[in-house]
Structures are given as C-alpha cells and as structure tokens.
C-alpha cells in the first residue's frame, strides 16, 4: 500500500490549478442515466471515486468515452451514452465502494419504472443511512422494499409529483430526488432541500438536458416534470473543498497560494473563518490568493449544511488550530463520527479534547512528525497539512483515502515547496 512521507517546515508558495468538484461529478454523471442522448461532461477530476462511479454505469450498460480536458489542468472530458440500459441492479461489490452509487436509484426508477440498488453498508464517519431517499421516493410514488441486502424500488406507471419536505438537510437526498422528479409527471416541491454548489451545479446540467427546475440553491425547490430530457454539454464547478485545503496548507506553513479556478463565491463560510484567524484571502476574476500574515489566531468553528462552514473542511481546519495562538471550538453537527483525525493529530503532539460533538483544540507551538494513518479522506489530508508544518517527518499511511478525493495531491504540493513524495508499497 502506498505512503505520502512529509518533512515539515516548508512554506507553501506557488500556484495551484483548482479542478472539478468530485462531488459535483458524481451526480452530474448520474444524470445521465436519465436520457438516452449523449452528456458531456468536462473539468473532470481524475479520481478513484469518478472511476468505480464508471465502473458503476458501465455495469448498467452506460458507454462512456474518456478524454483529457484541453482546457483544465488535468481533468478529463467524459461524454455518457445511456441510451441501451442493460441491467437495473446496482450490485454490493459496486455500490460498496462508493456511497454516492446509491444516487443511481432515483434516476433508473424514474426513467425504467425499477432499480434495485444495494444497500451501502457501514462507514468510517458516521452511520450515513439512505432512509431520507427511500422515504421521498415513496411520497413520488414509488413502491419501495428491502431484500437481501438490496433495494427495489418500483413504479411500473412512472414517477408522480409530489411534495417532499426532508427532516434533515441532506445533499444526497436532495441530489437523487430533484433527478427522479425531473421524469416525473407533474409537479414536485422538494422542501428544506440542501442549498450546496453541487447540488446548484446539478440542477444546471438537468436545466441544460431540458428540466424544469426553479429555486436551486434555495430550500424549496420545485421541479416540473417532463416527459423525457435530451443531451448536454456541462462543465463540473470548481472543487470548493480541494481550494480550501490548499488554502489551510498555505496558512498553516506561513506560506502564500494562489488558487487558479477557485471561486471565492463557493467558498464564503471557510474564506471568513480565514480572515478571522488572520489569514490573508484576495479574490480575483476565478482566482484566490491565500497567505499567512503573521501567527494564526484560533477560531471556533461548527459544521453546517451550505452556506455553512462545511463538514468536508473540519478536519483540515481542526490541523490548523492545532498549531493556532490560543484555543478554538470545533463542533461537527453533520456526521456523529467525524473526529477520527484526533487521536492522530494527538500523536503529532496536537492538544485536543472531545466532549461529545465537539473538539476543544488549544494550540501548541509546534507539531512534531510521526507515522499516522486516518480512515476517510478528509481525516486523511488534514494530516498531510499537519505533516507539512510538523517538525521532522510524517508518514501517511492508506493513501488510497487519499485518492479517493485530491488528484496529484503530493506533486500540487511539492511544485509548491513541499517536501513530500508518494512511496509506492
Ligand atoms: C455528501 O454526502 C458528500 N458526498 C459528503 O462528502 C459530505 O460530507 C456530505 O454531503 C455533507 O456535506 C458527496 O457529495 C458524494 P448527506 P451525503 O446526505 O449526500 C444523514 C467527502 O468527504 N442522512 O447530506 O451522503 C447523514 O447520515 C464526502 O467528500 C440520513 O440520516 O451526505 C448525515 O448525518 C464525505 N438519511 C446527514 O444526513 C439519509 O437518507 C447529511 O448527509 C441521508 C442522509
């Protein structure tokens, strides 16, 4: 298994092209499964999550043609081809890789009238069910059941327009349903519905396939179904959390970075709690400069559905406080088991309590290195970023976490300064 080895000390300095979100792509290639026409997808990120997703729809029947992306740094083009769907069961060995899988479930109902997905399974950060997905499918009319492990739902006359109003927010949810009701006949109110960049980027591609949708990026968002959607062309947005870990590497070794492609709009709750600790964010036209001004100043921070502080940047924020002036308050309120990152931040040398939900982190001059390994990816990088301002050497360990989500992310850092490499194992 591989290894990234780190000696800390280097600032960051440099430029870091930003690619496409991973988690815009994956749903925005789950779309097309809801047309027989072909979606081109471009600003791909080179991910392990964009290629068992691959494997996913190709296992459906999905062609899919891949190409490198002349216009971003290393992304990729993917053009889709869902017009022949062989098989609508999404199987264990595929869907248990990657929870996001579990989007195709409302799109291949919607479309075919059935789809039997199975059931996640367990993960590293919390128990993550998929009733708040099954439960709204239902209120669209489909007739939904759990065996052996699977899902199957059904709705031989098609989807029908309802209203969907979720208990929690959740991105998902929001991101499997406003797809299914895009098919469905008439209308669909999706309420307390999740307001991230993402979801917004989805609702673009179906607007651009020939959905009726209005409100994305709001709460309540209402969809008029159609009786079939066309092709697209649509480039994936940018990747809000890759440029808010760059920036969190720059602040945490006082270095500068600029972030081409970032954009500063999709970034509002992590560029403010920046500024707070005295990090210095400019925005330019699809740009953002982040530099380190000085010592960082602790901030206390709690995890929110967007536009809040966003749980896929609490660990690397918590790597930050970790070596801040003073103690900050880190409370998680998405996921229950999102601290895993502790223990080994604490083996580093970080001063951190858990009470519960929260993390109280009181920071400590240095950090020194040591071997560390975390079980989700964002666990994962915010010990590389601890690795980097550590005194001597860090060794991450189960670097597959860490490809599951940031492409080339030892060679952004070490074009950068960074004394790191990736050794193969
Ligand atoms: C998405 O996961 C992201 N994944 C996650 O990114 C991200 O952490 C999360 O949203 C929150 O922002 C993708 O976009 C592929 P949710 P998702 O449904 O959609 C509970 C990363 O590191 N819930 O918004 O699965 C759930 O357990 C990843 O890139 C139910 O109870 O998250 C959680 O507590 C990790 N029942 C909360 O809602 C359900 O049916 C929010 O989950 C669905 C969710």
Redesign the pocket.
Known sequence: MDRIRIRGGNPIRGKIAIGGA??AA??LMVASLLTEDIVKLSNVPDLMDIKTLMDLLMSHGVIVEMAWDKNSAACRTLALNSKNITNLTAEYDLVRKM??SVLVLGPLVARFGEAKVSLPGGCA??????????AALKELGAEIEIEDGYILARAPNGLKGGVVRFP??????T?DLLMAATLAKGETVLENA?C?P?VVDLAHLLVAMGAKIEGAGSSRIVIHGQPRLHGANHRVVADR?EAGTYAIAAAITGGSVELSGAGVELMGAVVESLVHSGVEVTSARDSLKVAANGAVQSVDISTA?FPGF???MQAQMMALMATAQGASVITET???NRFMHVPELARMGADITIKGNTAIVRGVKTLKGAPVMAT???ASVSLVLAGLAAQGETVVNRVYHLDR?YQSLDQKLRACGADIERIPG
């Open positions: 991973k988690n994956l749903p929870r996001a950060i919390g128990t993550r069910p998929v009733n708040l997905h099954l929690t927010v959740t991105v998902g949810g991101e999740a991230e993402e959390i559905p966003p749980t896929d998405i996921f229950e989700d990816l964002r989500g």
